[in-house]
């Protein structure tokens, strides 16, 4: 589709005659990119992972480009995804984003997998000994998934809200999971994992990066200095499960004003408790 006919959709899109304020779009991908489904469910759901990337929303043009789908194909899903409540769509703006059905079902998997209830009471008991956000987090792909996270007392929060994708190679939780994961898994990321340039502190050399996951799996956490956003530092402790192996990760993330490198490091002796603690309750999936 070139510009000029994907600008004559966006138009359509946003006529009111031609889009209702509840009419919806495209669909995404779930691993494989979507234009590589033939199932429309499948198409379907690729296009919300596609929308969960996008914080700020995307419109029917952008996604059905990132999904390699017809436009009217993109168009005809946002459609349904949007009457069914799992998408919104934003008329002035001409934008979709996840709807709340789908902030919904997150609660119930996080009930049902124990994040909720489980979780929480220790995460909160971390944040009130170290004053600052706990964050949990478990890999999806090939990023890292915010499940659960207490925000300490102070007004400066940490942006890593639950459902938040994040990068693996960049963040503590991420390293964390890169490095304690199945060797046979652990080998396919350092070969395969985008090593993205966030800040100018980012590691993008490969032999560098796994110089960096060895370094972590030898002194059992992992620090983020600066790597992902500027100002923000963390470290990170993983959850093993019986074989040894990363199911999740556990971090405690602090403004560089607030605390030192070293005074960071200090807390993991009770990350690595809580996170024995969560391993020992949470299903190890």
């Known amino acids: ?85 799992f998408v919104d769509y934003e008329p002035d703006g001409r934008r979709y984003h996840l709807g709340l059905r789908i902030f919904q079902l997150g609660q119930r998997v996080s009930n049902h997998h124990g994040f909720a209830g489980t979780a929480m009471p220790i995460l909160r008991r ?25 925000d300490g007392p102070q007004t400066f929060r940490v942006t890593s809200d639950p459902g938040h994708l994040g990068s693996l190679s960049t963040t503590a939780v991420g390293k964390a999971l890169v490095a304690f994961a199945e060797d046979g898994e652990r080998e396919e990321l350092l070969g395969e994992l985008p090593l993205e340039e966030l800040t100018g502190k980012s590691i993008t050399d490969r032999d560098a990066f796994r110089a960096e996951i060895e370094k972590v799996r030898r002194q059992g956490y992992a620090v983020m200095d600066e790597e992902n956003e500027a100002g923000m530092r963390a470290v990170a402790v993983p959850l093993l499960n019986d074989q040894g192996h990363a199911f999740a990760s556990l971090a405690t993330a602090v403004p560089v004003f607030r605390l030192g490198l070293d005074e960071l490091i200090a807390h993991v002796p009770l990350l690595q408790e809580a996170a024995a603690e969560l391993a020992a309750r949470l299903p190890q999936r």
């Not at 004053?131 to 792909?141: F, H, W």
Request: net charge negative; glycine share 10%.
């Open 126 to 150: 971390v944040t009130e000994r170290t004053g600052e956000a706990t964050i949990l987090s478990v890999r999806d792909g090939l990023h890292h998934l915010t499940v659960s996270k207490v």
């Open 1 to 85: 589709m070139n510009q000029s006919t994907a600008a004559n959709e966006e138009s359509a899109v946003a006529a009111p005659a031609a889009e209702p304020v509840n009419a919806m779009p495209p669909e995404g991908k779930v691993g494989a990119r979507p234009a590589d489904r033939t199932d429309m469910v499948g198409k379907a759901l690729g296009l919300l992972v596609l929308l969960g990337d996008e914080p700020r929303g995307a419109t029917a043009a952008d996604i059905s480009r990132r999904a390699e789908l017809p436009f009217s194909t993109t168009y005809r899903l946002l459609g349904s995804l949007t009457r069914d409540g």
